[in-house]
């Protein structure tokens, strides 16, 4: 058996991308299930907020909950506290190329900015500036 995690309205409100004042709307409406009232508040089963969004819960790494960076373009910033898909091996490939101007034809929310700023996180020196070869 496993026990219901209630949490806040605030804390649901926050996972569900609303206002605090809307997810009390819709405890208030009855629109979502098995929310409790204590004292003035309504608490929420978490798992009635994942079934709203319809999808599951962020899986825990070192038993910590990580998010997706949206908006997020600091390399150390997203590698500490986000899930971060590892193109580092792109320095490689940056190396390798030898070539004096690269491209990066990509549509936007692609990921160019967040890569630049890991190849920056690499390789600048201690004045800022990068030198490939
Ligand atoms: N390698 C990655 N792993 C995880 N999230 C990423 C990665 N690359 C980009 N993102 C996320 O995707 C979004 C768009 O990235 P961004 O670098 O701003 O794209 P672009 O500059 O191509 O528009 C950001 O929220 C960023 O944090
Ligand atoms: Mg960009």
């Not at 009635?48 to 319809?54: M, S, W």
């Not at 373009?73 to 986000?82: A, E, G, I, L, P």
């Not at 792109?90 to 630049?116: E, H, M, N």
């Amino acid at each position: 058996m496993t026990d219901i995690r209630y949490i806040s309205t605030k804390e649901a409100a926050g996972i569900m991308g609303l206002s605090t004042r809307r997810v009390v709307g819709l405890c208030n409406a009855g629109k979502l299930e098995g929310t409790l009232r204590k004292g003035r508040n309504w608490m929420v089963p978490e798992e009635t907020v994942y079934a709203y969004l319809g999808t599951a819960k962020p899986k825990e790494e070192n038993g910590e909950i990580l998010s997706c960076a949206v908006g997020n373009t600091s390399y150390m910033d997203v590698v500490k506290n986000s899930y971060y898909v590892d193109k580092t091996l792109l320095i490689r490939d940056l190396i390798d190329d030898q070539v004096p101007v690269i491209l990066f034809t990509r549509p936007r929310r692609f990921g160019k900015t967040l890569a630049l700023d890991m190849i920056k996180t690499f390789l600048k020196n201690e004045r800022g500036y990068i030198y490939l070869f």
